[in-house]
């Protein structure tokens, strides 16, 4: 069974960088694309990026584009969400997740309810 584990949030100034990172254990293989979401209190999951299993791929919501680059590991399966020039209204839990995707421009990779493994979610805080 797939496990996905993140890594790396925390509470950073506005204008930081700050890096997340997702360890999939428990599956061999590189053959998926990762998202990534984030959700904040009271507010519904939202997309913020992704990138196809060859990471030729990556796929980005409007707000994040221009600050955010996906990248994988499949030697080491695991994939890192790099975020720069962050924002207090980035401040949110951000979640790692695997469905039923090689790419990222297939329909349907931005809605987090077609989604079967998710990570444990990491509080990314953003101070003004």
């Known amino acids: 069974q797939m496990q996905l584990v993140e890594s790396g949030g925390g509470l950073v100034q506005a204008g930081d960088s700050l890096r997340l990172s997702c360890a999939v254990v428990g599956h061999r293989n590189s053959d998926y694309a990762m998202g990534w979401f984030r959700q904040a209190p009271g507010k519904e999951r939202e997309f913020v990026g992704g990138i196809g299993w060859s990471a030729g791929t990556q796929k980005y919501a409007d707000d994040m584009k221009g600050r955010c680059t996906s990248s994988r590991d499949n030697t080491n399966n695991t994939g890192t969400l790099q975020m720069n020039s962050l924002k207090p209204e980035d401040t949110s839990d951000y979640f790692c997740?695997?469905?039923?995707?090689?790419?990222?421009?297939?329909?349907?990779?931005?809605?987090?309810?077609?989604?079967?493994?998710w990570g444990q979610g990491i509080q990314v805080t953003v101070a003004s």
């Open positions: 997740a695997v469905g039923p995707f090689h790419r990222p421009d297939t329909v349907g990779f931005d809605a987090a309810w077609l989604y079967v493994y």
